[in-house]
């Protein structure tokens, strides 16, 4: 069996991976916050460990991985947006506008994540789903002594675990000097952090043994992670910036609710994006979502390749220079691998780099090396270990013929036509893309032509 070793976060060290249960290996990671589209940061990890879930499945077989990541569906900024529809005239309780807000993201978020390729888990557990679990888990962990209820607040007491920092390798002292911890009156001490907090009126609010109110976000993960994976389970992955204080608070509440219990043994942390050398900022105007990117017809699969040409723990810079150069790369060897099929495994060299802490940059040197030596059907097999070279990812090879100039040309006839209130010309030049197998698409927007399956380009000499 291929041996995998990963970079554990807890224990500093790159490590031989050994599951619990090698019948089942468990995997939980963060998802998003569903408020807002995926920024391109946020694709990063479930790009990567979409990988690391892929390598797992060819290692130990694909019925034996259960991938859970949560959707974090309550949250400040969720609350913030359904409140301001409602101000605005928008129809519905502030619950009902809250859920069609998520629903909203949350299938944003499937599009984009599938434009990635990337495989959708075996579980995405919502955080409403699960309050009952979470109230359940807060009970325990204040009758247990680690937590305590104070004006409609549930609150962790940190120095109760005393582990609390290991994860980030802080003492709880440095943390209080160093951090914006927050000092309110119903803490005891100012590290302690909210499990479960008061809604007033116009938010939204569950009952629980300490009056109507939401949990806190740290509480969620851990709650759902016992539930769907059990108290101890293999690896926990996640972005760097998520380690303190979030993973380190959902390891004080899992190593305290379930003292017996490992929680994750494995802490996969990958490090942050930027954009052209430059954090990503709104404020710097290079802030750009995954589904900004498609829009601009850059396809997913160069999105994903580019995503992978860095190793996980190391910054990635996601350069327009780069997407180009994927581009092309995934250009040439689409050409190669036309018409043939994969060799029946992956090349080993690819999968050697990938069990070796999810080298993904090595994994992509060995794809140029066997293109190089022109074996397609090895080339094919491995890279689809990596998910490129899909039959899914690619639709952009044979993107369909540029329509724009018809497009432009139709809009301005279709202003014409609103204005004279004739519109044979819109209509004859409609009938005639019609006849060449062009499905035209009349919007407020504008004009969208898309060549269907008949379509005919001699034709369109015609329109
Ligand atoms: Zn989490």
Redesign the pocket.
């Known amino acids: 069996m291929v041996e995998i070793r990963l970079t554990n976060t807890k224990t500093r060290g790159k490590e031989a991976f050994a599951p619990i249960d090698p019948q089942n290996v468990r995997l939980y990671m963060?998802g998003p916050t569903v408020y807002d589209r995926a920024h391109l940061g946020n694709a990063r990890p479930v790009v990567v460990i979409d990988v690391l879930v892929a390598l797992l499945r060819h290692v130990y077989g694909a019925d034996h991985v259960t991938y859970v990541r949560?959707f974090t569906d309550v949250d400040d900024k969720i609350n913030a947006t359904a409140l301001s529809r409602q101000q605005a005239g928008a129809p519905g309780t502030l619950e009902e506008l809250i859920r069609e807000r998520t629903q909203e993201t949350i299938g944003w978020y499937h599009a984009d994540m599938d434009a990635l390729g990337a495989a959708r888990p075996d579980h995405e557990p919502r955080a409403t789903d699960y309050i009952a679990q979470m109230i359940a888990m807060i009970e325990t962990l204040i009758a247990d002594g680690h937590a305590y209820a104070r004006d409609g607040h549930a609150l962790f007491r940190v120095r109760s675990y005393k582990d609390y920092g290991k994860l980030s390798g802080r003492s709880v002292d440095d943390m209080i000097a160093g951090a914006r911890v927050e000092v309110a009156p119903f803490k005891e001490d100012p590290m302690d952090f909210v499990l479960w907090k008061p809604s007033d009126a116009e938010l939204p609010g569950w009952d629980s043994p300490w009056g109507r109110g939401r949990p806190g976000?740290?509480i969620?993960?851990s709650a759902m992670s016992y539930e769907l994976l059990g108290e101890s389970f293999d690896i926990h992955a996640?972005g760097i910036d998520?380690q303190f204080p979030?993973?380190e608070n959902?390891i004080a509440q899992s190593a305290c609710a379930h003292p017996h219990g490992d929680f994750a043994r494995v802490w996969l942390h990958n490090e942050m994006l930027q954009v052209e050398g430059k954090k990503m900022a709104k404020s710097l105007g290079n802030f750009f979502t995954v589904r900004d990117l498609l829009d601009k017809r850059v396809p997913g699969e160069v999105i994903r390749f580019v995503l992978l040409s860095t190793h996980y723990r190391k910054p990635m810079d996601w350069t327009a220079d780069k997407a180009r150069e994927a581009e092309a790369v995934l250009h040439k060897w689409r050409g190669l691998v036309a018409g043939i099929d994969p060799a029946p495994s992956p090349a080993p060299a690819v999968i050697a780099a990938l069990a070796d802490d999810l080298n993904t940059a090595g994994a992509i040197a060995a794809l140029h090396e066997i293109a190089g030596q022109g074996d397609a059907a090895l080339l094919l097999a491995s890279a689809r270990l990596l998910g490129l070279l899909t039959d899914e990812l690619g639709d952009w090879i044979v993107a369909g013929p540029d329509l724009s100039a018809l497009a432009d040309r139709m809009t301005e006839l279709r202003q014409a036509a609103k204005a004279s209130k004739d519109f044979s010309a819109v209509d004859a030049m409609k009938q005639k893309l019609t006849d060449a197998g062009v499905e035209v698409r009349m919007t407020a927007a504008g004009v969208e032509l898309l060549a269907g399956p008949g379509f005919d380009a001699g034709k369109l000499e015609r329109v």
Do not use: S
Request: aromatic share 10%; net charge negative.
């Open positions: 963060c949560n976000w740290h969620e993960c996640g998520l979030h993973h959902e």
